[in-house]
């Protein structure tokens, strides 16, 4: 009998010049990707895991049973009414934001697993695509129980169903990285960038935030589930290089684009989690630190391994670290009916370590958030309106998010002209991925050009009802209700700057 | 006619969608952006309209000062000195 050594090479590695048919026309460049190599290019293709199917299958098998034991255990109704509301928000985020995108990655891991251009990566790819198929069933199954208790649990499978503005930007994300992209574009961008780089934010940081707030169903998912990631995300280092060696600038190129896309989501999942919806007693780290850790250092360390330069926007990513999901969360905290998890009014404590992670920067956020509260303090519990925003906001032409780059003095929205259309993009490098680009970009519609031809409601609450799929028994509200103890003392004298707080609601 | 815009007040988080008449004064722009971010940020007695770097005077028109739809418009509230709104 054949020793492992001896076989496994042959299981992995079934390239073979064809006869029949031409290299080119069994691997299309149209959907084997850029640039279109000889197969010689690609036969020293390798990763480090080696797995054969039979192990495969196996391992993960012991997964799933321990992961059926866990859910068994500690994933009942009953232990999720025991945690905090702020972090349930959070798990509500992420569970809908990821699951389904998991679930396009298996579609993506597919296309490699018939046009990767060597047999070891088409092997790894349908590896790749059985774990990412298991990543959609696992919060599924567990959040499903849930839904009769918390109808917003619905969303963890309804979000990207419906043409609420967090998935039409997430669909605009996922079409592009996970379901058109090709093997080559979709090795360098998911596998390398996204899931060496960003997910360990996600699925290392936020399962030691579940463990700290006593979550053990999430901590002990998003363990299971990091395993296979880091498995499957080797995928991304030879392919990189072997595109290195031929088409630098692409790379370069690519990563970039997709460092940027990236960070952006993580931004909103990974940001939102870390500094606003995990209760202040369970936070050890901020989400700058976790960034600085993962990515400024580790993913950076791995881009000089490579060869490969920073982003171009290197200075303005570090920037935005300080300011970005700051930005968003007070945005969204005010148009929180139009998202579907409830959102947490930091209070003075919550503040104070805000300003202490953050000393460059928040010290311009703290006026809104004390305009903010005292409006809640004026208005009482359980009026959410006098704490919202009326008036629709504004979304990013390619990344499709609201318009909140930049600074609270100094928003870096930027307009552009194509093609007799003005777009608006949130940053620099938005609009530099557009201009790249702009035939695979310049015909997708952002809320507001949905608005504008009629397709959408202008009247917001229309919006929320008609398109973003929302209804005042789902839509975010506060998560206190704006019942918060800090607020029953007296008011906070504004600063100079915040003037009056205006009347007092009806 | 409808002129949308992109507004941005100095001191928020986030753009705002600004439906106006191409009729209505930079003044009522100031007004109408200001209470739009009014749940972040307090009305100012005082604030300056600008596209780009220049300002645009308060009494002129939307079409008079020759906006059009889908332009940027910031806001400057002004906390120092007293008169109108916007």
């Known amino acids: 009998m054949l020793e ?3 076989w496994l090479p042959l299981a992995r590695k079934l390239d073979w010049e064809f006869s029949y048919v031409s290299a080119r026309e069994v691997f299309p460049e149209a959907v084997s990707g850029t640039p279109w190599l000889e197969p010689a290019d690609w036969q020293d293709w390798d990763e480090p895991y080696r797995t054969s199917f039979g192990e495969y299958a196996a391992v993960q098998h012991q997964k799933e049973l321990r992961w059926g034991a866990i859910r068994e255990a500690v994933g009942r109704v009953g232990d999720f009414q025991r945690l905090d509301r702020g972090w349930l928000s959070a798990v509500k985020l992420h569970a809908s934001t990821f699951a389904l995108a998991e679930f396009a990655a298996v579609m993506g891991n597919l296309r490699a697993a018939r046009f990767g251009r060597d047999s070891a990566w088409r092997t790894s790819a349908t590896f790749g695509a059985l774990d990412e198929l298991r990543h959609t069933q696992i919060p599924l199954t567990l959040l499903h129980d849930l839904v009769r208790w ?18 039409i930007a997430g669909r605009h994300l996922v079409d592009e990285l996970l379901l058109s992209a090709d093997p080559i574009e979709f090795a360098v961008a998911t596998h390398f960038v996204f899931e060496t780089g960003f997910t360990n934010l996600q699925f290392v940081g936020l399962s030691t935030l579940a463990r700290d707030a006593g979550d053990r169903a999430i901590e002990l998912m998003l363990q299971s589930i ?44 990974t940001g939102f989690a870390m500094d606003y919806l995990t209760p202040l007693e369970h936070r050890r780290y901020s989400f700058k630190e976790f960034v600085e850790e993962w990515i400024v250092s580790q993913f950076a360390e791995q881009l000089a391994r490579h060869g490969l330069a920073l982003p171009w926007y290197w200075p303005q990513f570090l920037q935005c670290l300080d300011y970005y999901h700051h930005m968003l969360y007070a945005s969204a905290y005010t148009y929180r009916a139009s998202l579907w998890f409830d959102c947490v009014l930091p209070g003075p404590k919550e ?29 009482g519990p359980g009026v959410e309106w006098y704490t919202h925003g009326t008036t629709p906001i504004t979304f990013c032409d390619l990344c499709q998010l609201v318009l909140c780059g930049g600074t609270p003095q100094q928003n870096s929205a930027r307009t552009l002209h194509h093609d007799g259309r003005r777009y608006v993009f949130c940053s620099e490098p938005c609009a530099w991925i557009f201009e790249t680009e702009p035939e695979r970009y310049a015909a997708h519609k952002s809320v507001v050009g949905r608005i504008l031809a009629g397709e959408a409601p202008a009247n917001l609450l229309e919006l929320l009802r008609s398109y973003f799929g929302l209804d005042q028994s789902m839509w975010g509200k506060d998560v206190a209700r704006g019942a918060y103890g800090w607020l029953d003392g007296p008011a906070v004298p504004p600063s100079p700057s915040e003037g009056s707080s205006g009347g007092a609601p009806c | 006619m409808l002129v949308p815009l992109h507004g941005f007040v100095s001191g928020d988080t986030v753009g705002l969608l600004m439906l106006l008449h191409d009729t209505d004064t930079i003044e009522h722009l100031a007004q109408t952006l200001m209470a739009a971010a009014s749940v972040r940020i307090a009305p100012a007695p005082r604030a300056r309209v600008y596209r780009g770097s220049t300002e645009l005077p308060r009494e002129q028109t939307v079409a008079g000062v020759g906006l059009t739809a889908l332009e940027r418009v910031d806001l400057v509230p002004e906390w120092s000195a007293a008169g109108g709104a916007g």
């Open chain 1, 226 to 269: 990091q395993t296979d990631e880091a498995r499957h995300s080797q995928i991304g280092d030879p392919v990189l290089e072997t595109l290195l060696r031929h088409d630098p600038e692409r790379a370069q190129r690519l990563v970039d684009k997709w460092f940027w896309r990236s960070w952006l989501f993580f931004a909103v999942v």
């Open chain 1, 4 to 6: 492992r050594e001896d």
């Open chain 1, 150 to 167: 918390d109808v917003q649990f619905d969303w963890a499978h309804k979000l990207f169903h419906t043409n609420n503005w967090v998935s």
């Open chain 1, 351 to 379: 503040l104070e370590w805000l300003r202490s992670k953050y000393p460059e920067s928040f010290g311009e956020f703290e006026p809104i958030w004390r305009r903010v509260a005292e409006r809640q303090r004026q208005a």
